[in-house]
């Protein structure tokens, strides 16, 4: 079985910093793309950051202010969030698609969310 779970969150005021982790773990064959979405109250589960072999992909929201990044080797993807907003306040949800080992096809894999408050 497979997991995604994140470590990170906490509490910012406004113009502050913090760095999320996502490591995956279990029977794992293959990772492609790992990526970060949010979800503040209220409202829609919305993309962040999104990065595989190939490219990598961020909402215009938080462009210049976040980088993601990723240790193949320990199966983890970083979010390092910087001049955080009030705006950015949301629960933090990891996403990757993996091929588990034994399986046919890859799938879509999602932790269970790390909060993220930033105040003004």
């Known amino acids: 079985q497979v997991q995604l779970v994140e470590s990170g969150g906490g509490v910012v005021q406004a113009g502050g910093s913090l760095r999320l982790s996502c490591t995956a773990s279990?029977?794992?064959?293959?990772?492609?793309?790992m990526g970060w979405y949010r979800q503040a109250p209220g409202k829609q589960r919305v993309l962040v950051a999104l990065?595989?072999?190939?490219?990598?992909h961020y909402a215009d929201s938080v462009k210049g202010r976040c980088t993601i990044s990723r240790d193949n080797a320990k199966n983890t993807a970083y979010l390092q969030m910087s001049n955080l907003r009030p705006e950015d306040t949301a629960i933090y949800y990891c996403?990757?698609?993996?091929?588990?080992?034994?399986?046919?096809?890859?799938?879509?894999?999602w932790g269970q969310g790390t909060q993220v408050t930033v105040s003004s």
């Open positions: 996403y990757s698609i993996i091929k588990p080992r034994a399986a046919v096809n890859w799938e879509n894999y």
């Open positions: 279990g029977s794992i064959f293959s990772m492609n793309t």
């Open positions: 990065t595989s072999s190939s490219n990598t």
